[in-house]
């Protein structure tokens, strides 16, 4: 079974300008998150999508910050415009349901911002 | 709101020897799940246990396992018989179990296990 893929793995932008992050989710998990984890610090859930709707977003930054998963497979997150404390990974996760025994979570790579 | 503490930022282990982690939690829900996860460097995080807040009994998976303790509110892991492999970031999670809303992981800091051979 393929894992949750990520791509890039590696980006490096400078402050303001635009960056996005795709994710592809195992396949039939029904339930998809991005977390943000910053050097030293455990990962923090941004955002949570069931199919195609959004479960939980209250610590999504907005302003700058936005993400979807259009047909309930694939996601991306975007960070227009981007800031110094927007350095972190980006960790994907999906699971087979949202909530019981089966919502384990799986994580992919993540993907590593560098802002300058 | 559910909060993680992992009080050790760095550990030790000499090979072969056993080593345990702490992780104390704070929650007002008494139907949870608690999680250890393992990050290697550079490497994706995978789980490595998981307990469920309404078994008295302690979870083990092979050289892994964890000391529950509920009314404490305390989820430490064990490992035994530690190999160069499991160095790596261990963080401690928390998830509610049921109910509407949100199903996020709630993590701790972290800590960094290093293993001498």
């Known amino acids: 079974e393929a894992g949750v893929a990520q791509s890039p793995r590696y980006k490096i932008i400078e402050k303001r300008q635009s960056v996005a992050f795709w994710c592809n989710p195992i396949?039939?998990?029904?339930?998809l998150y991005w977390y943000q984890q910053i050097l030293g610090q455990g990962p923090k859930l941004l955002i949570q999508f069931q199919n195609n709707g959004v479960v939980d977003d209250s610590q999504l930054p907005k302003d700058r910050f936005s993400a979807e998963r259009l047909k309930g497979v694939d996601s991306t997150l975007k960070i227009q415009p981007a800031k110094l404390e927007d350095s972190a990974v980006y960790l994907c996760?999906?699971?087979?349901?949202?909530?019981?025994?089966?919502?384990?979570?799986?994580f992919g790579p993540g993907t590593r911002l560098t802002v300058t | 709101a559910q909060t993680v503490t992992q009080s050790q930022p760095e550990m030790s282990v000499q090979e072969a020897e056993t080593v345990t982690l702490s992780c104390t939690y704070d929650t007002s829900e008494s139907d949870y799940y608690l999680f250890w996860y393992k990050q290697p460097p550079s490497r994706q995080m995978i789980l490595v246990i998981r307990?469920?807040?309404?078994?008295?009994q302690n979870a083990t998976e092979n050289r892994f396992s964890v000391n529950f303790q509920k009314a404490a509110k305390s989820f430490s892991l064990k490992i035994s018989d530690s190999q160069l492999g499991d160095a790596a970031m261990y963080f401690c999670a928390y998830r509610r179990r049921s109910g509407a809303g949100s199903y996020q992981l709630t993590f701790g800091k972290g800590t960094k296990l290093s293993v001498i051979p």
């Open positions: 996760a999906s699971s087979l349901t949202l909530q019981g025994a089966r919502n384990e979570q799986y």
């Open positions: 307990q469920e807040a309404y078994k008295q």
């Open positions: 396949s039939g998990h029904a339930t």
